[in-house]
């Protein structure tokens, strides 16, 4: 079976571009969970959105937004880029929501913001 | 989410066990303690959680002290594809939500 992926593997784009990554979960997961790890440190919780519900979110600025699609596949829009927003881009699926689930992650996408 | 300490990194020898500690002194009575692992260059993955009981699984056996202030992952023989990153993880037993909070983790590296 296929795991999540994500699209693109790696991408650069300049201070006040828009950018927009998307992330296809395990089949049959219906949770999909986005998180930033910038280099050295541990991925951080942007959102979590279930049932194509926002059910969750980090503290980001409004600059983030996510949304999930009938087949439960994701989309992470970030506007105004700042340089601070380079990292890697992680998205994660599970099977429903809750703490009994595991969590599983793709393999990111690297931005870079020159 | 309660908060988790690691050792920044720890090193062992290949086929030796290896004994990852994780101190949790502010758990709640509802939390269940996660570990997963992330490989150099990949996404972090899954181990092994448990919540009062000692639990085994092909890849880890993980021990929770009996006041749940701590636990120990252990790894039975490690190999020099363990060598990654470990994160110690509480989840809210009231939280219905996928959250996962990660800390620092712990740097595992493994000697040939």
């Known amino acids: 079976d296929a795991g999540v992926t994500q699209s693109p593997t790696h991408l650069i784009k300049t201070r006040g571009q828009h950018v927009t990554l998307r992330c296809s979960p395990i089949?049959?997961?219906?949770?999909v969970s986005w998180y930033q790890q910038v280099l050295g440190q541990g991925p951080q919780f942007i959102f979590q959105?279930?049932?194509?519900?926002?059910?969750g979110r980090g503290n980001f600025p409004d600059r983030f937004s996510a949304r999930q699609f009938p087949n439960y596949s994701s989309e992470l829009n970030v506007n105004a880029l700042l340089l601070g927003d380079s990292a890697l881009y992680l998205c994660?699926?599970?099977?429903?929501?809750?703490?009994?689930?595991?969590?599983?992650f793709g393999p990111g996408t690297r931005l870079t913001v020159t | 989410d309660a908060k988790t300490t690691q050792p920044n990194s720890m090193e062992s020898n290949e086929e030796e066990p290896v004994h990852l500690p994780c101190n949790h002194s502010?758990?709640?009575?509802?939390?269940?303690i996660h570990w997963y692992r992330q490989l150099p260059s990949q996404g972090p993955e899954y181990v092994i959680h448990?919540?009062?009981s000692n639990v085994n699984n092909r890849m880890a056996s993980l021990a929770i002290a009996e006041d749940r202030k701590s636990s120990t992952l252990i790894l039975h023989r490690a190999t020099l594809r363990d060598a990654a990153v470990y994160y110690c993880?509480?989840?809210?037993?009231?939280?219905?939500?996928?959250?996962?909070?990660f800390g620092g983790g712990t740097r595992l590296m493994v000697k040939p």
């Open positions: 089949s049959g997961h219906k949770s």
């Open positions: 993880i509480l989840r809210d037993g009231g939280n219905a939500g996928n959250m996962l909070t």
């Open positions: 994660a699926s599970s099977l429903e929501r809750g703490r009994h689930y595991e969590q599983y």
């Open positions: 448990g919540l009062t």
């Open positions: 959105y279930y049932e194509k519900e926002e059910r």
């Open positions: 502010t758990i709640s009575g509802t939390d269940y």
